[in-house]
């Protein structure tokens, strides 16, 4: 049995003999060491593990052992193997992460990645940054949402079953709201009556605003943090763990009532991101028929600091593993943990709205090609769903390729940042931006990259078909590229329309 | 004819012909100054008039005379005669206003009232800032929208008829996208051929941003102005213009491409703030189901600057002029002006969400009167549509109390700002707010007046059932009031039920 890692690394999975039988290893290294075990090694859990790993007392000494745990399965052990090997799982702009990882595993040895369960065992404080998510995030209905918790639970017996009596259970996944109260502590309290254990469970949220980018472990370390605990000498603890490595005082921790209201004001947080952007949209619609630059409106209504700089801009569609799913979240709390009737309208249709975004970009490109995609050879500019960051979760592109596929034409996708394509692992990226350019009728520039913004008109071969989704041309760029025969239309531009550049 | 103001001072209505001779003498003032004429002295004109007639050359001398222009009726004139008496036509607790027009009228007399449309000979700057408003707020659809233009179209006709080829006219209203280019220009345009007059129209659009409180002035002077001309000399003259009166080096003017996107920010600006509102309502019913504090989870999501900071609190409702009617508009011009099929769902839908708000705080108080309005007696706190403010302009304490007298209950109303609700003219407002505590069953906190937040639990005269619905409660004052007996349930305040207060 076999990893593969996105770089194409392979790595063989051990048999869980064998792993336990490293441990042992691992736990002579950890006496002595508060241990703070990491569970899940995805994009939040590998960034946390090596920003806790770099925690300094007063006197410069590292103050944790932190052991990453995750699962002996192809599909994840390459994190592990990665991790022990001194590289950062995650291929991050930010080279802090590769620095504290390299560091924290080669130098002060308190960073260590296993898939023995017996890991929890030595824990002080247990960190779930484990994967949660919605089965189907294009749903038209709260009835249609499913949401699987056994992955999570089947993570939170495990650390029942090893856990110490006195360690803290700090879960930072993004959960439903009242899935700590009513799944992992009846959970965690059953696992633990089990092994004769009466000690009241010490659980708490703190949820991340982790994000990928330049700024990937500042976002985790110098940037505010809100938690709760399960009781109060759960909160306390908490505080005090949380406080040991987040830059508190510039970022002081804010505590709420209670877990359902901590894990609610996450998902409140992404829902309103989301509504904001969907907000746009229909406004994008309206500016376009009427030839208004909304680019330009939107910039000149954000000048409002604290009420209207935040107001989206126009664009392709949303992508990332968060904005897509986490009002789902909340609807399925509300209908499966609360029984609610409740219905979030606003922010369901949010949801909907950003989801079928890219078919507008769709919609304009077809306008271009006179409604016949069909046999069309059409270049996608922009894969993942941020400029200048290889990440392509739930990226728009990828329902923009499906509805090209499913028209018939002949597309092709290129990416500064990528060489893979993970959700789409049958495409081919192309390299050579230059020679792709050539080789195309259309292109559709999905994401504001530098490299597609720093194009001159003198780059483009031959007069194309140009859908600019994302701003990545300005209106002397766009005029000039209409002066040379090339034919344009742009998400939110009603005035390349109203000046006839589509045509 | 008689015209009463607000406060009850009656002014008689002179005859036209009257006020045509009174003219001769402003015209005689008027000599030698740059002549701006402002059209229509409510809420925007009446400030705007005052603050341009405060605008002074480097020498500091005045810059304009300044020639409010009304109408000769019943509900105008006593704007006209209040201003000609030196006094400030809308109440405000902005000191200026009242300052700045004492000193323009009596002091460097460069600024008066008529009702004559002699004054727009004069002009060498017209700003239209003439009420437009939606027939009815209260729509469910696009359909059954109705913007009535005869008051504007007339407006403009009295402009047209009277201006010099040459003066500036200068649209402040809130209009539906495309009024400039497809309303005024071609009215003023036919009014001027009749007159022989071919030279071009000059004509701009530049909205407001104008806010009722301690900031009023200070919100025309000292802010953010966006505006757009039908074309480049209509530009440049209103950029100089503007420049003349506000604070540009602090807030550098905005220039938009032509007046449809300039109208259509104005619209999309106070979209945004209503949508925002919307969608936390949404999730105020969530929090409270769910036992949440919403007032403190939205807190400590507002630390995000730039991107949280101006989630919404849940509240009341929504008021005044422009948030409650300018989404209408744009979907009005869309239908209307533009003739297209598009449907502002999001923005819609929204509006009518606010609309309905003020129905949560009446279902709470039903919940805490146990189904069973009819006879109770009620006081509802708080009718205007801002804390500390006296404007009552679509309070949504309107909709509360309709609901109320619709239920059988018996309500009475207190405001520390008002003694009057326009609105409402049969509205006895009790001034005893302790003696109104004694005589109720109920009381609802619709508005966070300082008066209300001023409020300990020893002024409440005897247990009663509360509705907070602006955090006009703290918690402290809350389990203090639970504890002596009253009953209480709060908009977003999830923990108070979850506390049981309200039993």
Redo the contacts between chains.
């Keep these: 049995m076999h990893s593969i890692a996105p770089d194409g690394a392979i790595y063989p999975v051990p048999r869980i003999e064998e792993i336990n039988a490293d441990f042992v290893g691992i736990a002579q290294r950890a006496r002595g060491w508060r241990v703070v075990v990491v569970q899940g090694l995805g994009f939040v859990g590998a960034a946390v593990a090596a920003v806790i790993a770099a925690a300094r007392d007063a006197a410069g000494a590292p103050l944790y052992f932190v052991i990453g745990v995750d699962l002996p399965t192809p599909a994840a052990y390459w994190k592990i193997a990665k991790l022990n090997a001194g590289c950062a799982p995650i291929a991050s702009p930010d080279a802090e992460f590769d620095r504290l990882v390299s560091e924290a595993v080669g130098q002060t040895q308190n960073l260590c990645a296993t898939a023995s369960e017996e890991a929890y065992a030595l824990a002080d404080f247990i960190m779930v940054d484990v994967h949660l998510d919605v089965v189907d995030r294009a749903v038209e209905s709260a009835a249609e949402i499913q949401v699987n918790l056994a992955g999570l639970e089947s993570a939170i017996r495990a650390v029942g079953r090893g856990m110490r009596a006195d360690a803290l259970v700090l879960v930072e996944t993004t959960v439903p709201?009242?899935t700590c109260q009513r799944v992992i502590f009846p959970t965690l309290s059953e696992e633990r009556a089990a092994r004769g254990i009466s000690a009241p469970v010490l659980l708490a949220h703190a949820y991340e605003?982790v994000m990928p980018g330049p700024r990937y472990l500042a976002s985790i370390r110098r940037f505010?943090r809100?938690f709760s605990g399960i009781d109060e000498a759960s909160a306390r603890r908490a505080r005090e763990f949380l406080a040991s490595f987040i830059d508190t005082s510039n970022f002081p921790l804010?505590e709420?009532?209670d877990p359902?209201?901590?894990e609610?004001?996450k998902i409140?947080?992404n829902?309103?991101?989301a509504?904001?952007i969907?907000?746009i949209h229909?406004?994008t619609?309206?500016?376009e028929?009427?030839?208004?630059?909304l680019w330009?409106?939107v910039?000149?209504?954000r000048?409002?600091k604290?009420?209207?700089?935040?107001?989206r801009y126009p664009g392709f569609g949303v992508g990332g593993y968060c904005l897509t799913k986490d009002s789902l979240l909340?609807q399925w709390s509300?209908t499966h943990l609360?029984k609610?009737d409740?219905v979030?309208?606003?922010?369901m249709?949010?949801l909907q709205?950003n989801y079928r975004m890219p078919l507008h970009s769709f919609d304009l490109l077809s306008e271009l090609c006179g409604g016949a995609l069909e046999g069309r050879r059409i270049l996608i500019c922009g894969v993942s769903y941020l400029p200048d960051v290889a990440d392509t979760r739930n990226s728009p592109t990828g329902i923009f390729v499906d509805a090209l596929a499913a028209a018939g034409a002949h597309w092709s996708a290129h990416d500064p940042c990528l060489r893979f394509w993970p959700e789409q692992p049958d495409a081919v990226l192309v390299e050579d931006l230059a020679g792709a350019l050539r080789e195309t009728e259309a292109v559709v520039f999905a994401v504001p990259h530098a490299a597609y913004r720093a194009l001159s008109p003198d780059h483009y071969p031959k007069p194309l078909l140009v859908v600019d989704a994302n701003n990545v041309l300005d209106d002397t760029k766009a005029a000039s590229l209409h002066g040379r025969g090339h034919r344009l239309l742009g998400v939110g531009k009603g005035?390349w329309k109203k000046r006839g550049y589509h045509s």
Tied chains: 1, 2.
């Design positions: 709201f009242g605003r505010w809100t804010r709420l009532d359902v209201a901590s609610m004001a409140l947080e829902s309103y991101r509504a904001n969907a907000f229909e406004w619609l309206l500016a028929r009427a030839g208004v630059n330009e409106v910039d000149s209504i000048v409002r604290g009420t209207h700089d935040n107001m909340a509300a609360f609610m409740h979030l309208e606003v922010t249709n949010a709205i005035h």
